[in-house]
């Protein structure tokens, strides 16, 4: 029961992270390693506020406004100055390691004292039964509005010319739209949740380290196809539910893993061969359907 509740919690806790890499990597096509810096940044952000005395809840919002100035940070280098998207995410990746370590002040930035969303007085006076669900019922309703409200914002006209400028810019082209601008956006949204999602990891975890974004990218990116994979065939789901799921079942993964006796240090080398055989089968699928 107790791994359960962990791999629950884990995939909770990082399912905005794979909400926000769907929005780049699946409607947008674009393959943004900024998420491997913003991700640390809305922890750094939160952290630092948390230390100085802010309320952990209102920290979530300046740390999701600093993943939203990252990805348009991003977008601005892609569009305006014509770099390619993936070394356009390098650039603001790079940049913001030592922005990162100037907001935190330091390398590792611990709140072991302070109070934060999952460990705050309300909380205990939680009925001991429910308290193992403690990060569970503060974490959902959290990533449950965000996916909410990103499914009803795609819905609407801003969101679907999102979604056709990632299926085709020459539709938006002949819709007379500015095409730079909804991609400019859309990596905006998506570096906020993937930010406000490090914020929830931080102080989940009760600090900031400056290398927890490494590998954000990948894990993230694994857990979106798998979601997507896996409930290929259930139409009624979201794509933002399937990013959600997958990231339960890359986190059962990885806990399995563990449990067979992996060691920590080889949870890179598993992540890269998970998306790796996700990608194969991924794509032998769709040779047969090609060929069908």
């Known amino acids: 029961m107790d791994i359960l509740i962990g791999i629950l919690e884990q995939g909770l806790l990082y399912g905005l992270l794979a909400i926000g890499i769907y929005i780049t990597y ?34 979530l919002i300046p740390a999701f406004l600093a993943g939203v100035v990252a990805g348009l940070v991003t977008g601005i280098i892609h569009v305006k100055f014509k770099i390619k998207d993936l070394l356009s995410g390098i650039i603001t990746m790079t940049g913001l390691y030592t922005i990162n370590l100037t907001i935190a002040g330091q390398a590792n930035l611990p709140i072991f004292q302070q109070s934060t969303i999952f460990n705050t007085e309300s909380n205990s006076l939680l009925p001991e039964a429910i308290t193992p669900f403690s990060v569970i019922l503060i ?40 095409s730079d601008k909804v991609k400019v956006l859309g990596l ?83 992540t890269a061969v998970i998306l790796f055989i996700v990608l194969i089968a991924s794509r032998d699928e769709e040779n047969k359907v090609a060929y069908a």
């Open 26 to 59: 699946i409607i947008l096509n674009f393959p943004d390693l900024t998420v491997d810096s913003s991700f640390p940044l809305g922890a750094a952000v939160t952290v630092k506020l948390i230390s100085m005395g802010i309320n952990p809840w209102l920290s």
């Open 139 to 178: 974490a959902l309703p959290i990533v449950l509005l965000c996916k909410y409200a990103l499914d009803i914002y795609l819905k609407t006209k801003s969101g679907l010319l999102l979604r056709a400028v990632g299926d085709n810019q020459n539709i938006a082209t002949i819709l007379a739209v500015d």
């Open 188 to 270: 905006a949204i998506a570096n906020g949740l993937v930010a406000l999602s490090g914020a929830i990891v931080g102080q989940q975890q009760r600090f900031f380290e400056i290398s927890m974004g490494t590998g954000t990218m990948v894990m993230g990116l694994a857990s979106v196809i798998i979601g997507l994979k896996v409930f290929d065939r259930i139409k009624r789901l979201a794509p933002t539910t399937k990013a959600l799921f997958g990231s339960v079942l890359y986190k059962g993964v990885v806990a399995l893993a563990i449990a067979l006796g992996l060691s920590a240090q080889s949870m890179k080398l598993l």
